[in-house]
């Protein structure tokens, strides 16, 4: 039996009826407004109230236009996925082709810091980001792994870089004394004998990691892993 019930999803919504005067506004200013307020000012900055001052516009018509903060926070990631630059088409190595993808994405979450606790919480993709999916897929078109493993890939390789990106923000937050505290810990828990492969294993370097270089290399070993169930391979 069919709901009468909006969609949940927003871009299953029109984003104006096609009647009446010209919407003053759109979905897309809006969403810029709200990038640029949580760039400057971080995620808990960014309200209709905030977004309608910017544009000049009373605060209950914006729900005209999105009718709820998650669909906001949907429009916002989307609006960021723009900003990958794309070739026309993959240019035929999987690996380079995924590495640039995970360059790029790990670039824009290093200009948008916030975004990384909404794209965890709440992935979606829109228009942009269909974009980004399609490109990605289309990467891997001569594979032998099927819909479900390339889309899973997909996901594995973007939270990678979300991850990561987390790690190194909380890093810098914390700055040198979360570090040098850590240093600290490890210090002591190795020093009881108990654990031998990790007294071991931080023996073997004891240079501060270089987060550039962590990230290319985890970056390898999980491109290098993500098709390795091939059979093609």
């Given at each position: 039996?069919?709901?009468?019930?909006?969609?949940?999803?927003?871009?299953?919504?029109?984003?104006?009826?096609?009647?009446?005067?010209?919407?003053?506004?759109?979905?897309?200013?809006?969403?810029?407004?709200?990038?640029?307020?949580?760039?400057?000012?971080?995620?808990?900055?960014?309200?209709?109230?905030?977004?309608?001052?910017?544009?000049?516009?009373?605060?209950?018509?914006?729900?005209?236009?999105?009718?709820?903060?998650?669909?906001?926070?949907?429009?916002?990631?989307?609006?960021?996925?723009?900003?990958?630059?794309?070739?026309?088409?993959?240019?035929?190595?999987?690996?380079?082709?995924?590495?640039?993808?995970?360059?790029?994405?790990?670039?824009?979450?290093?200009?948008?810091?916030?975004?990384?606790?909404?794209?965890t919480r709440r992935p979606g993709l829109g228009p942009n980001g269909l974009r980004v999916?399609?490109?990605?897929?289309?990467?891997?078109?001569?594979?032998?792994?099927?819909?479900?493993?390339?889309?899973?890939?997909?996901?594995?390789?973007?939270?990678?870089?979300?991850?990561?990106?987390?790690?190194?923000?909380?890093?810098?937050?914390?700055?040198t004394r979360w570090l040098a505290d850590m240093v600290r810990h490890l210090r002591a828990?190795?020093?009881?004998?108990?654990?031998?492969h990790l007294a071991e294993a931080l023996a073997r370097d004891t240079a501060p990691p270089?987060?550039?270089?962590?990230?290319?290399?985890?970056?390898?070993?999980?491109?290098?892993?993500?098709?390795?169930?091939?059979?093609?391979?």
């Amino acid at each position: 039996m069919p709901s009468d019930e909006e969609p949940e999803l927003i871009w299953l919504r029109p984003e104006h009826s096609g009647r009446g005067p010209r919407p003053a506004h759109s979905r897309t200013s809006i969403a810029r407004a709200a990038v640029a307020i949580a760039d400057a000012e971080g995620l808990d900055a960014v309200t209709m109230r905030r977004i309608a001052a910017e544009l000049g516009a009373g605060t209950m018509s914006l729900y005209n236009y999105v009718p709820k903060k998650e669909h906001l926070f949907d429009l916002m990631t989307d609006l960021l996925a723009g900003e990958y630059e794309l070739p026309e088409r993959p240019g035929g190595d999987w690996r380079a082709d995924l590495t640039a993808l995970a360059h790029q994405l790990r670039a824009i979450l290093s200009r948008h810091p916030w975004a990384v606790a909404v794209i965890t919480r709440r992935p979606g993709l829109g228009p942009n980001g269909l974009r980004v999916t399609e490109f990605f897929l289309a990467a891997l078109a001569d594979s032998s792994l099927d819909g479900s493993a390339k889309m899973e890939a997909f996901s594995q390789l973007n939270g990678y870089v979300c991850q990561f990106t987390e790690w190194q923000q909380r890093s810098t937050d914390a700055g040198t004394r979360w570090l040098a505290d850590m240093v600290r810990h490890l210090r002591a828990a190795t020093a009881t004998g108990r654990y031998p492969h990790l007294a071991e294993a931080l023996a073997r370097d004891t240079a501060p990691p270089d987060p550039d270089a962590a990230f290319e290399r985890g970056l390898q070993r999980l491109v290098t892993a993500l098709l390795a169930a091939d059979p093609a391979d």
